[in-house]
């Protein structure tokens, strides 16, 4: 989402917003700089993009998160709607954008319930964010979004011990205790960290969490490794039908927003590391590329200078909190 974002800074509102809702179809940001190289919105809303996506669907890769659209026909559909709401309807509900941040969430998800194809809650709170950081829209979001989200009410259940209502539960009265129970526990870890945490990346660390002690497959950096990936499963077709088809930005995006400690193409991974996904179960604390030398093999070795990357880790976790 962070590199959306930095690739699509100087460009027009439309365009960002347009872009914003091509990175969520796929959710990975090489597909997503085709999709927007390729597709231009005004083509978009009138014209089903199913036949270019049929040509190309051997150069795109989606995230498993976006197994709702994981065909041509799909995924054409899909994007048409976020064209026709992109060039129609967010200019007419941003005329309404008159009330408190909150409110204009609300005003904003709720219709993107209704006319978003195949986006579902996941991808639509993760699409509203991005209007909050990258577009400038005055919104923000509330709370965990408890109706359908299995992930983050888990983890809740487990720090409470099985006291809360049923993760599949998705009736008013125990949507009211989720609430209740996420805000003191998001009260906590912002006076633990001593800045706040917003909603939005509460509900992500309670997905992660979960992904990692009980899924045994998350770790700190696992999204920003499976870019790498992506990128290499695309760029052989995109060189194929054009030698200069697979030039990104993903590689300056990466240098200037992560720490060269964390870059695979410089510290020699490809993508996801598998043997890290256990590594918070097994070792009682998280991953950091920060603290720890990855070791392929499983060894832990400490960077000789951890007193100082703890104190850069605070400091980065830090602006990131107040910075998005």
Not at 88 to 110: A, G, K, V
Request: aromatic share 12%.
């Amino acid at each position: 989402m962070r590199y959306v974002g930095w690739a699509s800074q100087d460009l027009p509102f439309e365009e960002r917003v347009w872009r914003m809702g091509l990175y969520m179809s796929v959710y990975n940001y090489a597909s997503a700089e085709q999709l927007w190289s390729h597709l231009e919105l005004a083509d978009c809303v009138r014209y089903s993009p199913l036949p270019w996506l049929t040509e190309h669907w051997g150069g795109l890769e989606l995230r498993r998160e976006r197994r709702a659209v994981r065909t041509p026909k799909k995924l054409a559909v899909s994007i048409m709607s976020y064209a026709q709401w992109t060039a129609e309807t967010l200019p007419r509900l941003m005329e309404e954008l008159r009330f408190s941040p909150q409110e204009n969430y609300s005003i904003l998800w709720d219709q993107a319930q209704q006319d978003l194809r195949y986006f579902g809650r996941y991808a639509i709170f993760k699409l509203l964010e991005t209007y909050r950081r990258y577009c400038g829209l005055n919104i923000e979001m509330f709370d965990i979004r408890p109706s359908g989200g299995y992930s983050p009410r888990t983890t809740l259940s487990l720090l409470y011990e099985g006291k809360l209502p049923d993760p599949k539960d998705n009736r008013a009265a125990g949507l009211h205790l989720i609430n209740q129970a996420a805000q003191q526990v998001r009260e906590e870890l912002s006076n633990r960290l001593g800045s706040e945490v917003d909603w939005y990346r509460f509900e992500v660390f309670l997905c992660d969490y979960l992904q990692s002690y009980e899924g045994r497959r998350q770790y700190p950096g696992r999204s920003n490794d499976s870019e790498i990936h992506y990128y290499n499963a695309i760029a052989p077709y995109w060189k194929s039908v054009d030698p200069l088809g697979a030039n990104t930005k993903l590689w300056e995006a990466r240098a200037v927003l992560h720490p060269t400690d964390c870059l695979g193409e410089i510290c020699g991974w490809d993508g996801p590391r598998k043997n890290l996904g256990a590594f918070l179960r097994d070792n009682d604390t998280t991953w950091s590329d920060l603290l720890y030398v990855y070791q392929e093999n499983g060894e832990l070795i400490e960077r000789n200078n951890k007193p100082q990357a703890l104190g850069r880790l605070r400091s980065l976790a830090r602006k990131t909190l107040v910075e998005g």
